[in-house]
């Protein structure tokens, strides 16, 4: 069988799954964890491709009945629950999502469930789903997504995949040259899915002014740095825009750390805050206290 996954980089998590998919050990449950932007979600999204196509030889085939209602979104055994406006899945979602889950499949053998932000779930609704993890249908594939820990319950009950970040030269490959190709791989920072976004222009442009912002602050002094908090996160909008311009912020700040590690005084403590503030902005905490907390603590 020829898989057809043209996914960046991850070249052994490509063949770990053709090596099972080839033998035809899928497993009921999947936690596809790493970094944001790295991928996951689309190789999610190949993979449940890949188990509802119709074809016997190159799979997804991309013109069969059921990858063609895939392609469209419209496919009737795939189950999305996927990252909205609400900074938590409740378990009033997940018990109907459970419930769409269990229908019988209407196409093919096999229904398909895909959880994006799976870490977002609340402690209710991830005991909601530890039945469906623990006494899994034989017709169901679950993907979780997740870019911070998930409770060890549900990790515990999932084949457990593991990305890491990609190289310059596997991203270079497919985004093309690009007349910033220096600056792009910099602000990547070994990610793909920013890469893609940024082989735009318009986009570059927009995240080459945040990423200079935020080098420009981190070297301020504490004052500085207070006052720029305080204008960023003091008087904006409502509690969702804080919020939304914070995740945003923490990923470029990322990439501005590991821009140079090495040589940046304090740049590796900065960066480990920045991965509890992610897992702290989930848990539903002030934006502006999360700055505070990777500048000051």
Not at 165 to 176: E, N, P, Q, T, W
């Amino acid at each position: 069988m020829n898989y057809h996954w043209p996914l960046i980089g991850h070249d052994n998590i490509r063949t770990y799954f053709t090596h099972a998919f080839g033998s035809g050990r899928v497993h009921h449950a999947y936690l596809f964890e790493g970094p944001e932007h790295i991928g996951k979600t689309t190789f999610a999204r190949m993979l449940a491709n890949t188990l509802l196509c119709e074809s016997e030889t190159t799979i997804p085939c991309g013109s069969c009945r059921s990858c063609t209602a895939f392609i469209h979104g419209v496919h009737p055994d795939v189950a999305m629950l996927l990252k909205g406006e609400e900074d938590h899945v409740s378990i009033e979602q997940v018990r109907e999502y459970i419930i769409t889950l269990r229908t019988r499949p209407l196409l093919g053998i096999r229904r398909i469930g895909i959880i994006e932000e799976a870490s977002r779930l609340t402690l209710e609704a991830a005991n909601a789903l530890l039945k469906t993890l623990e006494e899994p249908s034989a017709s169901v594939v679950l993907f979780l997504i997740t870019h911070t820990d998930v409770l060890p319950t549900i990790a515990s009950r999932c084949q457990r995949i593991k990305f890491g970040f990609v190289s310059d030269r596997a991203i270079s490959l497919r985004v093309g040259a690009t007349g910033y190709q220096d600056e792009l791989m910099a602000y990547a920072a070994g990610r793909p899915g920013l890469a893609l976004q940024y082989a735009d222009p318009q986009m570059f442009q927009e995240y080459a002014d945040e990423f200079h912002e935020l080098e420009h602050i981190v070297a301020q002094n504490e004052s500085k740095q207070m006052l720029w908090i305080a204008e960023r996160f003091g008087s904006l909008g409502n509690a969702s825009e804080r919020r939304d311009l914070t995740r945003r912020l923490i990923t470029t700040l990322q990439a501005v750390l590991r821009k140079d590690l090495p040589t940046r005084p304090g740049g590796g403590t900065y960066l480990k805050r920045t991965i509890h503030a992610g897992q702290y902005l989930n848990a539903n905490v002030d934006p502006r206290s999360i700055w505070e907390y990777i500048f000051f603590e």
